[in-house]
């Protein structure tokens, strides 16, 4: 069955520093993959679209590579605030749909002062 | 502000009575999709209209669950007969059509959050 898995564990890093998120799926060839921002009681912000044929992609302090080989995505957050404090989500279509989005469970994200 | 809206923010009800939510989508978005979030979990797709057509249903989405889109501007979501295991975070989300392309960001509301007693 498909599947996508993000860091099982929250994750703390000091300010300044570079966060790291993964992202892995099975059983899927997605055109796209996409980053997500959700703060507690709101809904996602979108950040960044990857297609199958990029390999890296760059927003400001942000990066987000795509490895269909590895069948990953990494996620890169440089010179880290407190404000990026988030849960950070990863999303691709599933097989099948050209619309909506299978979303991974997420990875929290904690960034120390 | 002109972002996707959601109504109510918090829904509180007993269990087997009948909720209904509403969604506004950003105005010039023509595809709407409506997710449910658990906690310490990501949003599990469950239907998506384009315009007024519902095109594609989870399986998630239970004979109690209807959904309507019936102008193709605003959308309903209703549940019938609510169960406890229907507590959950309900997100609606638009995003545009250009052309055939599939990939467009989808823009999310705040949701609302159910409660059942």
């Known amino acids: 069955s498909q599947k996508i898995e993000q860091n099982s564990e929250a994750l703390n890093i000091q300010e300044g520093k570079t966060a790291t998120l993964t992202c892995n799926y099975t059983n899927y060839s997605p055109a796209y993959l996409q980053w997500y921002r959700q703060d507690p009681g709101r809904g996602p912000v979108f950040l960044l679209l990857?297609?199958?044929?990029?390999k890296e992609k760059r927003k400001e302090r942000l990066k987000v590579t795509f490895d269909t080989t590895l069948k990953q995505s990494l996620f890169h957050i440089t010179a880290s605030q407190p404000a990026d404090s988030a849960t950070y989500l990863c999303a691709l279509p599933p097989s099948g749909s050209a619309r909506q989005l299978t979303f991974g469970s997420g990875t929290q994200l904690t960034v120390l002062p | 502000d002109t972002g996707v809206s959601q109504d109510p923010r918090h829904k509180i009800t007993k269990r087997g009575q009948n909720v209904t939510f509403r969604c506004d989508p950003i105005?010039?978005?023509?595809?709407l999709y409506w997710y449910r979030q658990t906690l310490g979990q990501g949003p599990e797709f469950l239907t998506y209209?384009?315009?007024?057509?519902?095109?594609?249903k989870s399986r998630l989405l239970s004979d109690r669950f209807s959904a309507e889109r019936p102008k193709g501007s605003f959308s309903t979501l209703e549940i019938q007969r609510t169960e406890q295991g229907d507590s959950a975070m309900y997100l609606c989300?638009?995003?545009?059509?250009?052309?055939?392309?599939?990939?467009?960001?989808?823009?999310f509301g705040d949701g609302t959050r159910l409660s059942i007693l």
């Open positions: 990857i297609r199958e044929n990029e």
């Open positions: 989300a638009s995003s545009s059509d250009r052309g055939l392309e599939s990939n467009q960001p989808q823009h």
């Open positions: 105005s010039e978005h023509n595809r």
């Open positions: 209209f384009q315009n007024e057509a519902q095109l594609e």
